[in-house]
Nanobody, 118 residues
Framework: QVQLAESGGGQVQPGGSLTLSCKAS?????????MGWYRQTPGNQRELVAT????????LYADFVKGRFAISRDLTQNTISLRMNGLQPEDTALYYC??????????WGQGARVTVSS
């Protein structure tokens, strides 16, 4: 069973930047047709931030990203990343890496906490 491990979370001031990474324990093109970043705050449902198809590299962003975030993949490292610029307090959340296999369902990492505060 493939596992996902996030890294790169932390605390940053408003307007700052962070990069999250998610490394899979196996080939992301073999296990998943799509991967993405999702975030969740207490009392709310997990919401999509950005996704990327593993073979084609096609990307999709949530409207609230507004050009501030960029998702990418590294097939040699079986990793996806999320570069986040212009972070605001409302971006504070637990960010999850998800992998979607063609058979349905999803695999999730343990989450990386992002705190935006002055």
């Amino acid at each position: 069973q493939v596992q996902l491990a996030e890294s790169g979370g932390g605390q940053v001031q408003p307007g700052g930047s962070l990069t999250l990474s998610c490394k899979a324990s196996g080939s992301i093109t073999f296990f998943f047709y799509k991967m993405g970043w999702y975030r969740q705050t207490p009392g709310n449902q997990r919401e999509l931030v950005a996704t990327i198809t593993t073979n084609e590299g096609n990307v999709l962003y949530a409207d609230f990203v507004k050009g501030r975030f960029a998702i990418s993949r590294d097939l040699t490292q079986n990793t996806i990343s999320l570069r986040m610029n212009g972070l605001q307090p409302e971006d504070t959340a637990l960010y999850y890496c998800g992998g979607m296999p063609t058979t349905g369902g999803a695999f999730w990492g343990q989450g990386a906490r992002v705190t935006v505060s002055s």
